[in-house]
């Protein structure tokens, strides 16, 4: 499974984003390996545009989705605490995020680059998308 940044999302759903992000989200949602969570929700269905909310919101519902727990807040505030202890500060629900891949120990496919050093402070493992946005399995990375 690979949970999808909102930085993903956001790129595949305009209209000219990149083809080779598009190829990605859509090889990755054909092999069933696509996961979004509750803060790439909020982030990408809190700033849809009205006449788009409807159909995102019918898009999104066949996508498994990971909910936040408790503990999963719990998790964050400790990975936040460890990131800041090396002089790394990055949005909150970045944080979040991040830490819901590293508890399920699952990849993150995102294009924001504050996640590349977080994989060197952590076990975050991230997502590169072979050839065409072909679906890597696990084991290829």
């Avoid at 990408?44 to 999963?72: K, M, N, W």
């Avoid at 120990?105 to 072979?130: N, W």
Wanted: glycine share 8%.
């Amino acid at each position: 499974m690979v949970l999808i940044d909102s930085s993903v999302w956001i790129e595949s759903l305009r209209q000219r984003g990149r083809i080779e992000i598009k190829l990605a989200v859509e090889n990755l949602l054909d092999v069933y390996e696509a996961q979004w969570c509750s803060p790439v929700r909020l982030e990408v269905l809190g700033g849809a545009r009205t006449d788009e909310r409807r159909r995102l919101g019918q898009h999104f519902s066949v996508i498994p989705y990971r909910r936040c727990t408790e503990e999963d807040w719990d998790r964050s505030i400790s990975l936040a605490w460890h990131l800041r202890g090396h002089g790394l500060s990055i949005p909150w629900l970045d944080v979040m995020i991040a830490a819901l891949a590293l508890h399920d120990g699952i990849r993150l496919y995102t294009l924001d680059t504050h996640f590349d050093r977080v994989a060197e402070l952590t076990e975050l493992r991230l997502y590169k998308p072979g050839y065409g946005g072909r679906f890597t399995p696990d084991n290829e990375t």
